[in-house]
C-alpha cells in the first residue's frame, strides 16, 4: 500500500528557532499533500494544500510567512515553522494523494510532535 | 455548511460487546465518506470509505458502516471489540476527489473495559 513518512516524528525547540518537517511519499507520486495540525485531544485542522511545483495554498486564518511549505519534489513536501513560539506546540500531520490510477483517498503520516520551549 | 458532527465524545465498552460510533454530516454534494482510527500519538489510518454501491460497507479489523442517506449518517459498528481497538476514531467527508480538503468530525475516543 501507499506509505507517507514523516520526519522527526518529534522535535523540541527554543523560541525564536525555525522547524523544518518533511512528508515523504515512499512508494508512490504525490501530487497534492496536506498539512493539518492537531490540538491535544482535538480534531484535524487543515492548514495547507500543496500541489508539486506550485504555492501551496492555505487555510483561513493559517499564516502563511510562519508555515513555509515547499513541495518541490513529487515525494516530497517541507513545513517550516518559522519563529517557532509556545503557541505553535502542537501535532502535525501530513497526508498525501497521488495520480496513478485508482487513487481516491488520502494517506497519512504518522505525525510531528513539535514542542516549542 | 459542510460539516461532520460525532456527538459521542468518549464511549466505554466491555471487551467482546458489540459498538456504534455515531456519524452525521451535512454536505451540499454526494458525499464521499470516510472512517480513520488513531492510536495515541500516531497518524490515521484508514478504516473504510465509502463512494458509492452497497451502503453497508466492510472495512479493516472487522469494522464495518452503512450509509443513510436519508438520515445524513455513516455510523461506524464491530459485532465484538478487542482490546487493542482503543483508539480515537474519525469520521471524514469530501468531495471525491482525492486532492480535494477532507472535512474531519471531531472524534470519538473509545475505552475498552476489561
Known amino acids: 500500500g501507499a506509505v507517507v513518512s514523516q520526519h522527526p516524528s518529534r522535535v523540541i525547540c527554543k523560541s525564536g528557532t525555525s522547524v523544518k518537517i518533511e512528508c515523504r511519499s515512499l512508494d508512490f507520486q504525490a501530487t497534492t499533500m496536506f498539512w493539518y495540525r492537531q490540538f491535544p485531544k482535538k480534531s484535524l485542522m487543515l492548514m495547507a494544500t500543496?500541489?508539486?511545483?506550485?504555492?501551496?495554498?492555505?487555510e483561513q486564518g493559517v499564516e502563511k510567512d510562519k508555515f513555509l511549505i515547499n513541495h518541490a519534489s513529487l515525494t516530497l513536501s517541507t513545513l517550516t515553522v518559522t519563529s517557532a513560539h509556545p503557541e505553535d506546540s502542537s501535532f502535525y500531520i501530513c497526508s498525501a494523494t497521488g495520480t496513478s490510477g485508482g487513487f481516491n483517498e488520502q494517506f497519512f503520516g504518522p505525525g510531528t510532535r513539535l514542542t516549542v520551549l | 455548511a459542510q460539516s461532520v458532527t460525532q456527538p459521542d465524545i468518549h464511549i466505554t465498552v466491555s471487551e467482546g460487546a458489540s459498538l456504534e460510533l455515531r456519524c452525521n454530516y451535512s454536505?451540499?454534494?454526494?458525499?464521499?465518506l470516510f472512517w480513520y482510527v488513531q492510536s495515541p500519538g500516531q497518524g490515521l489510518q484508514l478504516l473504510l470509505k465509502y463512494f458509492s454501491g452497497d451502503t453497508l460497507v466492510q472495512g479493516i479489523k472487522g469494522f464495518e458502516a452503512e450509509f443513510k442517506r436519508s438520515q445524513s449518517s455513516f455510523n461506524l459498528r464491530k459485532p465484538s471489540v478487542h482490546w487493542s481497538d482503543a483508539a480515537e476514531y474519525f469520521c471524514?467527508?469530501?468531495?471525491?476527489?482525492?486532492?480535494?480538503?477532507?472535512?474531519f468530525g471531531s472524534g470519538t475516543r473509545l475505552s475498552i473495559r476489561p
Open positions: 454536505y451540499g454534494a454526494t458525499p464521499y
Open positions: 471524514a467527508v469530501g468531495p471525491g476527489s482525492s486532492a480535494s480538503k477532507i472535512i
Open positions: 500543496s500541489n508539486e511545483g506550485s504555492k501551496a495554498t492555505y
